[in-house]
């Protein structure tokens, strides 16, 4: 069975031997461990994406990440000023949204003239072009609430939800105007799935009811533009979800990308079969800091947990630059050896 195959099996619920691989985030580490700096992989996005090619074969991953620049191509085309090093993720300088009035100010972004956002749509095409018969390919896209946090600060905006709700409701329309356009020109690249990467309405900074006025509609707005236009939704949430499962099914999404946080037998004691589940090895505590034989544990256990679920395993969140290589590899050991379990 071809890689994407396996993912597919799993999605329509009839891989009942199949345990796909697909760490969500792998990109940035994934270009540090062959040595192209983030800025190059922006410059050059067909470089940046043979890196992800290299990486999908030998580390045995069925799905692929289009770009390891996914988080900060939304927020430098809104007008904001971004660190970029050459390894790992990029982050605001300071927050463009001081007052209510700043949103009059802040225009749609033009998607052609914005250099990251056209690089982002240029490594998705040359994989799919190269490998979009063998690996399910996937894109990633900040959610609105994440958005907003860059735009104004994410202490500020938390505290924004207390103390100006409407000012957090108008950013949120915003935001998730601007996401929409981005989707829409996402899924035109041919990508198998769009991944909405969501870390600020994580339990650990957001209440539940918050969640559910605030952030649970602009989610089910992102879910159907992405499969307006034929991809599959998948949904990463960093941290504890763990009291908000039930109103993260109801986003529509088919699957949900969970953090090292929850529990997996949990997990689909709430949303059923009504999701597939992607996670969640500790990228901090097992892929970066543990042993080999810690991540091949971790590993097994994450597969044996999900039982008779429709589940692909994956890192809880992105995989730290500096990962060693060979607990990265203890995930396809896991596979391949709970696969050939479930053949015989």
């Known amino acids: 069975m071809k890689p994407r195959e396996r993912i597919e099996a799993v999605l329509e619920g009839s891989g009942v031997d199949q345990i796909p691989l697909h760490p969500p985030y792998q990109g ?3 270009l ?6 983030v800025p190059l992989s922006i410059r050059k ?6 890196v992800q090619i290299k990486v999908a074969e030998r580390f045995g991953f ?16 809104m007008g904001a000023k971004v660190d970029q090093p050459d390894v790992g993720p990029g982050s605001t300088q300071a927050p463009i949204l001081i007052e209510h009035a700043d949103l009059d100010r802040l225009e749609m972004p033009d998607i052609r003239q914005d250099v990251r956002t056209r690089s982002h749509m240029a490594a998705a095409e040359h994989l799919v072009d190269k490998v979009g018969s063998e690996r399910y390919v996937q894109m990633s896209v900040i959610a609105p609430l994440t958005l907003a946090g860059e735009l104004r600060g ?6 924004d939800t207390i103390l100006e709700p409407q000012f957090v ?7 998730t105007d601007v996401l929409t356009m981005y989707m829409e020109e996402m899924t035109r690249t041919g990508v198998d799935a769009i991944s909405v990467c969501d870390p600020t309405a994580s339990g650990s900074l957001i209440s539940k009811e918050d969640f559910e006025s605030l952030v649970l509609p602009c989610l089910i707005e992102q879910d159907r533009a992405v499969k307006k236009g034929g991809a599959i939704d998948i949904l990463h949430i960093c941290g504890d979800t763990s009291d908000r499962l039930d109103s993260i099914r109801s986003t529509g999404a088919e699957v949900f990308s969970m953090d090292w946080q929850v529990n997996i037998k949990d997990a689909f004691e709430k949303v059923g079969q009504g999701m597939v ?6 990228p901090p505590h097992t892929l970066f800091a543990g042993t080999p034989e810690a991540c091949l544990d971790e590993a097994l256990a994450c597969i044996d947990d999900a039982a008779s679920g429709r589940f692909i395993l994956g890192a809880g969140c992105d995989i730290p630059p500096g990962s060693p290589e060979e607990n990265v590899m203890q995930l396809r050991k896991a596979v391949e050896r709970r696969r050939s379990a479930l053949r015989s």
């Open 45 to 50: 996005p067909e470089t940046g994406a043979d």
């Open 154 to 159: 994410v202490e500020t905006l938390m505290l």
């Open 28 to 30: 940035y580490w994934a």
């Open 62 to 77: 069925d799905g692929i990440e289009a770009s390891g620049d996914c988080f900060m191509p939304f927020v430098e085309a």
């Open 32 to 37: 540090e461990l062959y040595g192209v700096d």
């Open 277 to 282: 589940l992607l996670g969640n090895v500790r």
């Open 169 to 175: 409701r108008d950013t949120l329309r915003l935001c």
